[in-house]
């Protein structure tokens, strides 16, 4: 075991740490669907539309991102995601109704996840051997999941007792905490000589599936992590941080103790199942108990955690290993075509057809992201660095 774990160092431990703060100021933006619902009176299709903006701002991202991170280097793209979480905090201050500044910010909002977050991500996969990739997004997820439960748990009594500018606030000091932390953040001495050359092909097949089903994964999340929010306050809940609360704690808890399974016993198998289990903490959210929040959220936790991880992994184990940006760049922007996607298309039907037709409309498309990972291409080995 301790061979396994010589490559967690001081400056792998201060990724996490990074990736923690930016989190807890983005993860404030979690309760924007409940902030649309009661202060500015949107309904299920306005929230739908703004929630797609930020996955297609998102996706606007995905190129820049992908070109640059294995070219200009991690911590610049950690520092523009951290700057736009104090820009678009600062903007969120200035709105009081439903127009282009909401949509805006939505944009600015996934664009930093999408900057900040892979930057991380690819830094600390530079550390970690092949035989761990699984593990290491595992605690980066951890890192930054957790942090959904703990700002929702801040950001909810705060918003209630003295509003919403202080919650604002909050997370433009976390983007400036998190943007000073970025100048301490350094990629190991091998990472140096790692630059894409045309001698280390991309393959595409074997991508293919991961991919598809990380855009359906993406739609699946989407309705239960955005939609949920304003169908348990229709249902008369005042609070919904305990969906926050279960989920934030099952993902933490698969990612810390189960995020290396699918390194050991096969990283396609692992999803496979994990998607299924993310149908099923769907479909029963149709009959949503508002009481039972906590149980919804550890439910859906619990396959996400281990699931994206898994994904993710499955994506970066056929490219090269100077081109782990693009990998994690690649995947994260599947999921953002997904859940951009599934903002148009859940805020319809929710809005035409009701909540629980909506919930059984994600399910099934889990059973179809199955179908994808069975019959893609198999992966190859990855090539060594």
Sequence with gaps: MAGEQ???????????????????????????????ATELHAGPETIGHVAAMGGFAGLLTVPFAARGLDRLGRRLFFQLGSGLIV???????????????????????????????????????DYAPPRALGQAIGWLGSANVAMNAISTAVAEPLAERFGWHLVFELGA????????????LRAPRS?????????EPVMIAPLVGPLVAGVLIGMVFVAGFSFLQPYAISLGAREVRGFFLGFTLAAVLCRLFLGGLGDRLGRRRVATWTVL?????????????????????????????????????????????????????LFNGSFNLGSSTGGLVWGVLAARAGYPSMYTGAALLALVAIVALRVSSPLPAAPRA
């Design 87 to 125: 820009l678009l905090s600062l903007g969120f201050l200035q709105v009081h109704a439903i127009g282009p500044l909401v949509f805006l910010l939505q944009g600015c909002l996934s664009a930093s996840f999408v900057l900040a977050y892979n930057a991380a991500a690819a830094l600390l996969t």
């Design 6 to 36: 010589r490559w967690v160092t001081r400056d792998v431990l201060g990724i996490l740490l990074a990736q923690i703060v930016f989190g807890f100021g983005w993860s404030l933006y979690l309760l924007t669907p409940k902030f649309l």
């Design 173 to 184: 000091a976390s983007g400036v905490c998190a943007l000073a932390m970025s100048f301490f």
């Design 191 to 199: 990472a140096h000589s790692t630059q894409p050359s045309a001698a």
């Design 277 to 329: 289990a993310y149908g099923l903490a769907t479909i029963v959210m149709r009959g949503l108990q508002p009481e039972l929040l906590f149980v919804y959220g550890f439910a859906f936790g619990s396959a996400h955690g281990l699931l994206y991880p898994t994904l993710n992994a499955l994506v970066l184990e056929v490219l090269p290993s100077s081109r782990k940006g693009l990998g994690m760049v």
